[in-house]
C-alpha cells in the first residue's frame, strides 16, 4: 500500500469524522494530543540513529534487535522505502540488515558479542522487519536482492528450528534443541510476516511451532518458559504471562480466533495481566503482545469468544486504550523517548510507539 493511498485513506477518515456529529470536540483534542506524542517519539528515534543506519541498547548492545524494532515503529507511522516523513531512515535500516545478512541467511552479525549467545532474536525481528518493509521496494534490482535475502531468512528459521517444534536462543545445532517461548514467538511471527509479503513458508515449520506451544500450555492455559527445560511437560505453577500474551497475538495473526488453545490463553492473560498499574516483569515485551492481542479483539469480538461472561468484564481495545495510553504518555521524556526498561530507551520507544500506532492499521501483521 503506497504512502499516496495511504493518505487518502487517512483523509477520507477525516472527512468521516468532520461530518459525524458524535465525534466530540475533546475526542479531537486527544487524537490530535496523541499525535503529537507519537511524532514526538519517532523524531527521537530519527535523531538516535547511527549514521550506517542502526539503532542499539544500553552499551551498545542488540542492534539486529533495536534496529528492526525501531525500524517497524517507522513503518506504523506510514512511511516507506519509498516515500514518506521517515523514508530515508527505513532504507538506512534496511541497508544495514542487507549489508549484514550472513550467507546462510542469518540476519545480523553472529560475532557480535552482545549478541552472539541469543542470535535469534535479531534474526527474527529483522525478518519481521525487511519482510513488512519488501512489499514498498519498486526498484526491480534492489527488489529482487532483499526478496533473496527474506527467502534465505526463512531457510534460516526453519533449520535453526529445534526437535520440538520451538526454537532457543541461538540455531538447534547451536543450542543443542533447547528451546524457550519468546524467541519461539517471535520467530513465528516473522515467519507470518513473510507470508503476508508472498514469500514462501513451508507449512510444515508453522505447524510445528503452533504444536510446541499448544503442548507448551498447562491446565490453567498459560504458556511455560522452556518444553526442553521441563521435560516436555507443562506443569501448572509455571506459567508465563508475558509468553501468553505473545501466543495470542500469534494466533490471532493466523485468523485463529476461536482455537480452543487462543480462548485458553485469553482467559489467562485476563486474569493474570494487570493494565497500566505500575511496573511488572518484563512488562515492555509483554505489553508488546498484549496490546496487539486486545486491538485485533476490539471491542466485541471477546463477547463473541465467551458470550456467557458478564460484558463489563470483557477485554476490549477501547478498555486497554483508556487505561494503557495515557499511562504511557505521562511517561514519555521530554526528548520524546522512553526509558522505563533495563533495555534502554531504543527498545521502550518503538515498543510503546508500536502500541501507540496500532490504530493507524497499516502493516498487515498488525491487521484486525
Known amino acids: 500500500m503506497s504512502l499516496s493511498f495511504r493518505l487518502i485513506i487517512a483523509g477520507l477518515a477525516l472527512l468521516t469524522m468532520s461530518v459525524n456529529f458524535s465525534t466530540s470536540a475533546p475526542e479531537v483534542a486527544q487524537k490530535k494530543d496523541l499525535d503529537a506524542v507519537i511524532d514526538k517519539g519517532l ?12 539503532w542499539e541498547a544500553q552499551g551498545g548492545q542488540y542492534p539486529t534487535s533495536m534496529t528492526a524494532l525501531a525500524g517497524m515503529a517507522m ?8 516515500e514518506g516523513k521517515y523514508s530515508d531512515n527505513i532504507q538506512k535500516a534496511v541497508n544495514w540488515f542487507v549489508a549484514r545478512a550472513q550467507p546462510n541467511g542469518l540476519l545480523g552479525n553472529p560475532n557480535n558479542p ?10 527474527g525481528f529483522g525478518l519481521l522487519f525487511l519482510a513488512s518493509a519488501y512489499g514498498e521496494e ?7 536482492k532483499l526478496e533473496k535475502i527474506i527467502k534465505k531468512a526463512v531457510e534460516f528459521t526453519g533449520k535453526a528450528q529445534t526437535n520440538k517444534g520451538g526454537w532457543g536462543y541461538v540455531s538447534a545445532a547451536d543450542g543443542n534443541n533447547f528451546d524457550e517461548g519468546s524467541t519461539t514467538i517471535t520467530q513465528l511471527q516473522a515467519l507470518r510476516a513473510a507470508r503476508n509479503a508472498g514469500i514462501p513458508v513451508p507449512k510444515e515449520i508453522i505447524d510445528k511451532a503452533v504444536k510446541y506451544l499448544r503442548n507448551a500450555t498447562t491446565a490453567r492455559g498459560g504458556i511455560i518458559y522452556s518444553l526442553y527445560q521441563s521435560g516436555g511437560a507443562a506443569p501448572v505453577g509455571q506459567e508465563r504471562p508475558p509468553l501468553t500474551a505473545a501466543a495470542v497475538a500469534c494466533a490471532f495473526a493466523a485468523g485463529q480466533y476461536e482455537d480452543e488453545y487462543a480462548k485458553k490463553w485469553i482467559k489467562f492473560c485476563k486474569e493474570n495481566i494487570p493494565i497500566a498499574k505500575g511496573r511488572v516483569a518484563h512488562d515492555e515485551y509483554q505489553s508488546y503482545y498484549f496490546a496487539q492481542a486486545l ?3 476490539g471491542d466485541d469480538r471477546y463477547g463473541k469468544l465467551f458470550p456467557n461472561d458478564v460484558k463489563t468484564s470483557w477485554l476490549t481495545w477501547s478498555h486497554y486504550k483508556e487505561a494503557m495510553f495515557d499511562h504511557l504518555k505521562s511517561q514519555q521524556n521530554a526528548d520524546g523517548s522512553w526509558t522505563s526498561g533495563y533495555i534502554g530507551p531504543v527498545f521502550s520507544t518503538a515498543i510503546n510507539l508500536t502500541i501507540l500506532q496500532l490504530d493507524k492499521g497499516l502493516l498487515p501483521i498488525y491487521y484486525r
Open 43 to 54: 523524531d527521537w528515534l530519527k535523531r538516535t540513529q547511527a549514521p550506517d543506519g542502526h
Open 75 to 82: 513503518l506504523m507511522e506510514g512511511s516507506t522505502l519509498r
Open 114 to 123: 552482545t549478541e552472539s549467545s541469543r542470535y535469534t532474536f535479531g534474526h
Open 138 to 144: 519498486e526498484d526491480a534490482e534492489r527488489r529482487k
Open 295 to 297: 486491538y485485533i479483539l
